[in-house]
């Protein structure tokens, strides 16, 4: 064979090689019609890693070992909550304290991540939240507070007080579910998202309290700076296969983030939040964020979360009317009204 039909043969082969792995790449996971990756459906983020590593927790990796315990237990805490002996049948104390969620109604699903880390947070490597900066605390509220003074109330749960719906927390206000962020971190129950796409945009819909983030990704620029929104101003863009959102223009009324339900660090104004979502397979997708808020932190952090595929949204009706808010203020007039002599 000669050099030139030997050069041919090669050339052609690497084409056929290249023509080959990039159409196994394609088929890895559904795209749509435009080539991008199919993002729609609903994804379901329960896990029982949780955000930050624990104090007593030296390594960043489970052993085997170590993740079967926690699974195991995570199964008896929800089969004992379907025990009769637990369920609470008993008259509860008029005026008095009536408890909240037991295990019934929590569900943080039945595994850790795959890979087995010790926390969602990868970045830095303690995967713990970074030190504040000096002057910035960490705001901690149990259900029941009383610290007049302390508006605005950032915390998705519990709260100051009751004088006022502002001492309650943004998700007993109706205003942001536990766990809908942004960004997303599990929390409690209803942990999904349904993403629907198309060309120029991406909503992020999550069932918790109904919040939907349309996002543009037609490249217009953000709102102007004096315009503040509870889940901020984002836009979309790809870079290959992933999709990033990057989300500015938070509220003062939120906090930059929220390490719990119950707590809350600085405020969402000097808040840069990027987001960044990949398909792994047809039936997981890698939800990744990154916070950058140097007036509150530190450092900026990232934790990645991977998301199941999951069969459909169920409606979240808990707060419908929003009589739990209506309740707990009238029930502090009438305890108000019995102390008065």
């Known amino acids: 064979m000669s050099s030139r039909r030997a050069l041919l043969f090669f050339t052609s ?7 080959s792995v990039h159409a196994q790449e394609m088929s890895v996971f559904p795209r749509l019609s435009d080539g991008r990756p199919n993002l729609q459906g609903v994804w379901d983020f329960r896990t029982l890693t949780p955000l930050q590593r624990p104090q007593d927790q030296e390594n960043s990796v489970l052993s085997f070992e170590e993740a079967a315990e926690i ?12 025990l009769p002996s637990e369920v609470r049948d008993e008259p509860l ?14 569900d943080q699903g039945a595994g850790v991540v795959g890979d087995k ?18 002057g910035q605390e960490l705001v901690e509220l149990s259900l029941n507070e009383d610290r007049p003074g302390a508006r605005p109330v950032r915390v998705r749960a519990a709260g100051i007080g009751a004088d006022s719906y502002e001492d309650r927390g943004l998700a007993e206000r109706c205003l942001l579910g536990f766990n809908s962020g942004p960004p997303i971190v599990p929390a409690g129950y209803n942990q999904n998202i349904q993403i629907f796409q198309t060309p120029d945009h991406v909503v992020i819909l999550h069932e918790m309290v109904h919040d939907a983030r349309v996002v543009p ?6 709102l102007p700076g004096g315009v503040r929104q509870w889940m901020g101003d984002s836009r979309g863009h790809w870079e290959g296969d992933v999709l990033i959102v990057e989300t500015t223009n938070f509220t003062d009324k939120t906090a930059s983030f929220n390490p719990s339900v119950a ?10 939040l990027t987001e960044r979502f990949s398909l792994v397979d047809g039936d997981t997708l ?4 990154t916070v950058d808020d ?40 009438q305890e108000e009204h019995r102390r008065v002599p």
């Open 13 to 19: 082969y690497l084409w056929f090689f290249s023509v």
């Open 71 to 82: 699974e195991a237990r995570s199964v008896a805490r929800t089969n004992q909550a379907f």
């Open 93 to 106: 104390p008029a005026g008095g304290a009536v408890g909240a969620y037991n295990q019934y109604w929590v």
């Open 117 to 134: 880390r010790t926390s969602l947070i990868t970045d830095p490597p303690s995967g713990r939240v970074p030190m504040l900066q000096p």
């Open 217 to 222: 990704l037609d490249g217009r620029g953000h």
């Open 263 to 272: 707590t809350g660090a600085g405020d969402g104004t000097s808040l840069h």
């Open 286 to 289: 890698k939800y990744e964020f």
């Open 294 to 333: 140097l007036k509150t932190f530190t450092e900026p952090f990232t934790a990645i979360l991977p998301m199941k595929r999951g069969e459909g949204m169920y409606e979240y009706a808990c707060h419908e009317g929003n009589y739990g808010l209506t309740n707990i203020l009238a029930g502090a007039r």
